[in-house]
């Protein structure tokens, strides 16, 4: 599904992330780390959100630094703290990333109603708690047709209800092809998804376990 | 209630420093100290014995009763102000007001004040039905200021903190991803927007005045235009943090480079359409059209050769400034060297290439740095 290939990252001068070889099957795997260890720096180079040294190849054959718009359209991904221009409502929001990866096998008000979304999107995202921002960044993540989905610290203000929903979705998605590269810091096994790897991030790298 | 105070009366003032400054100004800096006291006592005398001059009087301090009551109503409504109702709104009714009343006349005070000297001198010469006047108008103006703050607690309305018109627009219209920064100058930076227009259209305006005296010559109108770009220099640097705090999620996005340069390109075009529709009323009247159009295109590669150089890592204000005035002063070299057309070819291709091959490479900035 996902390969690196002496991938590094540098802030500065300063060594951040270093996965000399490293290919993982379609699943869904578990990031691990602790804090500052490098797990959202990681998932932000695989989403395309800053540059890095080496290669990432998508299913085999697509390349984020020589094909970044084929890469981008099959890689989604929701960031812990989401942040949105304050004026645009959360429709403004789906249009756009609907008009750009394209519409996926979910309609919109399906993926809106199981999140616990679909009441508030037509009112700008300033009046948003964090709690329904965090499931309009979740909805945008599932939207189109990604093979991956980086969730970063999904489980962070959401409502048990909404938790469960999201669980039941990244089954049905992965069912249908689609792998998830989760960072969380609650047991993910626990909470009834069947993990198909956990990696760990430390010491400037990460592995699977 | 510290935090309340905090929250009203010190924002209030620190948010309208620099109106009080302008005010201050006015009202006590153009007059020379010993004529001090006799301006206002001609101005409150003037008020006092003149109609006219009273209801000019009552309609400058309801358009500052006005601001008071937007300031609180907007902060009211603002999402991390929200714990507001969860305090001031739990208290009993007559406490809350007393609150309320307490905010409006902290920041209504200057007119009080004033209302006050000017009831001391009406009182001692026999003014007493103008004084009437104004203390019931200022009274009517708190107890309304009072009740509005106390429904709102009652009713609160976080929705309302987006304006009635961009409420309407959201209902009717989706916003393209090239306005959405001309959207958050206008919404949340008006003052640093407003304040830039104001000083773009004065240097228009003395361009055109200067160029009524001789003949037309393009050279003198692209002087006036390049520094209007350098006045919106510092809207180009803040779209950077625009960006990286907002639109990290674009990147994300499968958008051909191509098309993001376009998208770039309108966003310059309607920042600077004001100026435009100005410079093409004063180019048509003497008939330059093609100098419009190269002054539109001029400005448009320059906005966009700024934004571009900041996609380099780490580009702070002080390099940024370096960078603004030297490609100022190569252009305007070539633009007197009569070298305009091959200026603009080398700004176009200069963008193109920096844009080209920073965006990939750009590295947005961090929150906890955009904060700082």
Known sequence: MISFNQVEKYYGDTLALSIPQLTLEAGIYWIQGENGAGKTTCLKMLAGLLPFKGQVLLDDHIDSRKAPIAYRKKVN???????????????????????????????????????????????PVGTYSSGMLKKLSLLLAFLGNPS????????????????????????????TGVSFMITTHQALSEEGLLLTGTLQVAHKTMVRL | MKALHSMFIHRYYVRNTAFFLVVFYLLFGTVQGGGLPRFHYGIIKGFLTSYDFLLMMLAIWGAYAL?????????????????????????????????????????????????????????????????????VFNMVVCLVAVLLYSRRLLHADLEAATPRWLRWLNG??????????????????????????????????????????????????????????????????????????????????????????????????????????????????????????????????????????????????????????????????????????????????ATILVFVRQFPRYEPLMEEEIKE
Not at chain 2, 95 to 119: E, F, H, K, M, T
Not at chain 2, 216 to 232: E, I, S, Y
């Open chain 1, 148 to 175: 991956l989905i980086l969730l970063d610290e999904p489980l962070i203000t959401l409502d048990v209800a909404t938790v469960a929903a999201m669980y039941g979705l990244i089954s049905r998605m992965h069912a």
């Open chain 2, 172 to 349: 009717h219209w989706r916003k393209p991803s090239w306005l959405y920064y001309p959207f958050e100058l206008v919404i949340r930076q008006p003052r640093m927007v407003w304040t830039t227009k104001a000083a773009s259209f004065a240097i228009l305006m003395l361009t055109f005045h200067f160029m009524e005296d001789a003949r037309f010559d393009p050279r003198a109108l692209m002087l006036g235009v390049l520094v209007m770009v350098l006045l919106h220099s510092i809207i180009i640097f803040r779209y950077r943090y625009f960006e990286d705090l907002y639109l990290t999620f674009m990147r994300n996005l499968p958008i051909p480079i191509a098309r993001r340069y376009g998208q770039l390109w309108l966003t310059y075009a309607v920042l600077l359409l004001p100026e435009f529709i100005l410079l093409g009323v004063h180019t048509a009247r003497v008939g330059a059209f093609l100098d419009m159009w190269m002054v539109v295109s001029y400005s448009i590669a320059l906005c966009m050769l700024l934004h571009s150089l900041l996609l380099y890592p780490r580009l702070g204000e002080e390099g940024y400034t370096r960078w603004v005035f030297g490609i100022f002063f190569i252009v305007l070299f070539m633009v007197l060297g009569h070298q305009t057309l091959c200026c603009l070819v080398l700004l176009l291709v």
């Open chain 1, 77 to 123: 991904y929701a960031v812990a703290e989401p942040l949105y221009p304050e004026f645009l409502t959360g429709h403004e929001l789906i249009q756009l990333y609907l008009d750009t990866k394209g519409p996926g096998p979910y309609a919109v008000e399906e993926l809106a109603r199981t999140l616990g979304a679909g009441s508030y999107l037509q009112t």
């Open chain 2, 67 to 135: 601001k008071c009551v937007s300031f609180v109503l907007k902060t009211m409504a603002l999402p991390h102000y929200a714990l507001v109702y969860e305090t001031w709104g739990v208290l009993p009714l007559a406490r809350q007001r007393r609150i309320a009343a307490w905010i409006q006349v902290s920041i209504y005070a200057p007119v009080l004040v004033y209302n006050g000297v000017a009831a001391v001198i009406a009182l001692r010469e026999g003014y007493i039905l103008p004084v009437i006047i104004t203390g």
